[in-house]
């Protein structure tokens, strides 16, 4: 996305990365940023910001577009046409409050894509790894054992089993133009059938995903909740965990040890609590979720104390998208306002490659939140939608 010229005037502009602040102004040409500080007379569109702090756009780590619902077959296979039109209804939420980067960890196609890269619709930056992978009853399996089903792929899972297999997914993901690869690697919340803790895929079996998805110059995102999860998939490549609520000392000892980072979500399981009966969160569900409830902060600061670079993401499904800002006050429990824009700006703009997304260097992507108020003194002011703030995307001010 490229916008024409703007000029921001008399902001505070603060950048995450280096903790500096600049008050004045802001020249964007070619939706890139061109000049911070004191910007003469141009001919540009003029935006005043009387004095607002403006941050890089915030980055969703951990995002679903195609979410239809809580879980089931009914997420898998509603027609791809119902599907597209309600995922351009959630990015474009989600660029509206702010976040201008998303990267979803199941689900999205060249499609949506391409739609997006010629701005049929209003989205964030958006990259995917297609459907997740999921062993037979594992995470991504969406059958429940008491019913004789059929099931192999939907529009946010693929059931693959077995080295030769897994390698052909991986490399048809890529083929179709996907940032990363997405396996389930551990029970999760709203699956029929899979204890939480029990690592899923064998050894080789991950051994044979990273090694593709390495091979490619990506990486591989890995949902996964235990110690012993977590330990399974760092040890055998995976540099992206997902969720990571029931990690202890060890296991983050070892993330740290293998360079892999943590991407926390503490959104949903606020929200299935309070909102998950009435979404259609079945009673299965429901007691899962008790179980990592409280867990996610604790592990955010087990994560920090080890060195592990900590993330954010929403993860949230269905009808509860709409706590996708929750998750930022949830997250500010465990960290400090430095901390907490830093994880959703420099540390998942590193964790996806694409540094620049995290700074207001010159020649870096004009995606900006102007906020009301410094989020380093009034933190509430990231997720607190009451009070006035101006995204811009691409250099794009977003209506």
Known sequence: MTGTDLVLRSGRFLDPATGDVVEGDLLVENGTIAEVGNVGTVSAEVVDLGGATVVPGFIDAHFHAYSTCLGGLELELRPLSYVAVNATLRLGAAVRRGFTTVRDVAGGDPGIASAIEERLFVA?????????????????????????????????????????????????????????????????????????????YSAEEIQAVTDEATRRGSYVAAHAYSSEAVIHAVTNGVRSIEHGNLIDEEAARIMAEHGASLVPTLAPYDSMSRRGAEAGLSAVGQAKNAEVLHAGRGAIELAARAGVPVGFGSDLMGDLEDDQLHGLRLQSEAQTPQELLRSVTVVNAALIGRPELGSLDVGTPADLVALSADPYEDVSVMWDLARPRTVIHGGVVVG
């Open 124 to 200: 964030p930056r958006y990259l995917y790894t297609g459907a997740a992978l999921s062993q037979t009853g594992g995470h991504g399996d969406p059958r429940p054992g008491d019913l004789d089903l059929c099931f192999g792929h939907g529009h946010m899972n693929e059931v693959v089993d077995g080295v030769d297999d897994l390698r052909r997914a991986v490399r048809d993901r890529f083929r179709q133009g996907a940032h990363a690869i997405k396996i389930m690697a551990s029970g999760g919340v709203v699956s029929p059938t899979d204890p939480l803790r029990v690592p899923q």
